[in-house]
């Protein structure tokens, strides 16, 4: 296997084991510890339950939605918006837990609308503030599957997330990460600050793209962008400040610039993926959709080889009922069989 593919399939994997490691902890309000050093436990193990009371391995929403983000990217030789879409609404006709902003965009995908517009109906009907990190959890696949092509990974990480979480801070953090993610894959993770920078060339792409499309948008595209940039900022500090008012990993779980922010803190402070992960997960809140962007940007750097083997034996061997199972459309396997697609 090429160190690429390594890569490639160290962020696929990562996100899933990011998830199942997480799961166990998930909605937790633990203490609010330093963050020097990293929390090295106590949870170490990938066990299950919480509150969906998984399978020891079983994984979640953010990798059932990724699954089907890799096959259909697999199949279709690229993004195929309507193909994605008729995934991810399948998945939701099964799934045991499925986000608001997710399952009222996916109704609207089922009555008839088109994936371009469902997102943005979801989130007008909110009040155009709504920004949940549901799109930001599966979005992996898309920088694995286009790394090497910038543009690309801009243009399939927007209008994937738009199906489902229009908000511009949802689209452009998922450009900025899949920007990452596609720049460690191909280039390998020698020094961190290029992959940083390739976040900040994703974003800045990203504005333009939102803005050519939704120029009605202009005011909140480029308070996104200047949210996120500022989010990459302060993760290169020693405090990333989400224990702030402003952000605060436990009393906005579920925003989208906490993930985002801890992500790129975890890549600039932690020394590999097992701590990087297991600091991330025990600092409580949306641990496991904290777990799997953790997970997903870390894999990406170290590869499936930086993945520890105990973690990844366990996610990839849990066989739960169809189609959950092995062989069923929603399992980690199907992540495996895009990079092996490459």
Request: glycine content about 12%; charged content about 20%.
């Amino acid at each position: 296997m090429s160190s690429e593919s390594n890569r490639a399939k160290g962020a696929v994997l990562g996100l899933a084991v990011g998830d199942a490691l997480g799961t166990t902890l998930e909605f937790k309000r633990l203490p609010e510890a330093p963050w020097s050093p990293l929390l090295s436990g106590p949870h170490t193990e990938v066990t299950g339950e919480g509150p969906f009371g998984v399978l020891p391995g079983q994984v979640t929403d953010d990798t059932m939605m990724a699954c089907c983000l890799a096959t259909s990217l697999r199949m279709s030789g690229g993004l195929d918006l309507d193909d994605v879409a008729r995934r991810y609404v399948d998945w939701r006709n099964v799934t045991f837990d499925c986000g608001g902003q997710t399952g009222s965009s996916l109704s609207n995908v089922s009555g008839g609308s088109s994936p371009e517009v469902s997102g943005r109906m979801t989130w007008e009907r909110g009040g155009g503030h709504a920004a949940g990190n549901g799109s930001l959890m599966r979005t992996a696949p898309i920088g694995a599957f286009f790394a090497g092509d910038l543009v690309g990974i801009v243009h399939a990480s927007v209008r994937d997330s738009n199906i489902t979480h229009f908000d511009p801070r949802c689209s452009l953090a998922c450009a900025a990460m899949n920007a990452a993610i596609g720049h460690a894959v191909s280039f390998g993770a020698e020094r961190l600050a290029p992959i940083v920078e390739a976040a900040e060339k994703g974003l800045h792409l990203a504005t333009g793209y939102f803005l050519g499309m939704y120029p009605d948008l202009s005011d909140k595209i480029n308070d996104a962008f200047t949210a996120l940039l500022g989010d990459l900022e302060a993760a290169k500090g020693e405090d990333p400040g989400l224990y702030s008012q402003e952000l605060h990993i436990h009393t906005m779980q579920g925003f989208v610039r906490v993930a985002f922010r801890l992500a790129f803190w975890e890549l600039m402070h932690a020394s590999d993926y097992r701590s990087g992960l297991t600091d991330a997960v025990n600092r409580g809140g949306d641990a496991d959709t904290n777990g799997a962007i953790v997970g997903s940007l870390l894999g990406a750097v170290y590869g499936e080889e930086g993945i520890p083997a105990e973690w990844m034996s366990v996610v990839l061997n849990c066989d739960p009922h169809a189609p959950f199972g092995a062989t069923g459309p929603l399992h980690p396997n199907r992540l495996i069989e895009m990079v092996e697609s490459l």
